[in-house]
Nanobody, 124 residues
Framework: QVQLVESGGGLVQAGGSMRLSCAAS????????AGWFRQAPGKEREFVAA????????SYTDSVKGRFTISRDNRKNTLYLQMNSLKPEDTAVYYC?????????????????WGQGTQVTVSS
């Protein structure tokens, strides 16, 4: 079993930056891909970004391309999401997720492990 714990959320003004972290523990493996999702009130959970086991492959949803960067440190079993030029529409609960393969897909059902989420609020 794998446990994921996010941190780094909070309140930021539009145009600001924030970095989210996700620490993995338990039966972790650097062989697997991971990703970030978000869910705003009244909306479905939305894919944000994903990264392969090596960190060399990434994918992003169009709305965050050029503003967000996903990365990982396998020595620390930690996943990151650097968010720049934040907009009010980025406000959501952000979840990190792990999967049991090395895919970069955006379907949340392909991810086996989930964190509890961290709130990100961007004020205008």
């Amino acid at each position: 079993q794998v446990q994921l714990v996010e941190s780094g959320g909070g309140l930021v003004q539009a145009g600001g930056s924030m970095r989210l972290s996700c620490a993995a523990s338990g039966r972790t493996s650097s062989r697997y891909a991971a990703g970030w999702f978000r869910q705003a009130p009244g909306k479905e959970r939305e894919f944000v970004a994903a990264i392969t086991n090596s960190g060399l492959g990434t994918s992003y949803t169009d709305s965050v391309k050029g503003r967000f960067t996903i990365s990982r440190d396998n020595r620390k079993n930690t996943l990151y999401l650097q968010m720049n030029s934040l907009k009010p529409e980025d406000t959501a609960v952000y979840y990190c997720a792990g999967r049991s393969d090395n895919g970069l897909g955006s379907n949340p059902y392909d991810y086996n492990y989930w964190g509890q989420g961290t709130q990100v609020t961007v004020s205008s």
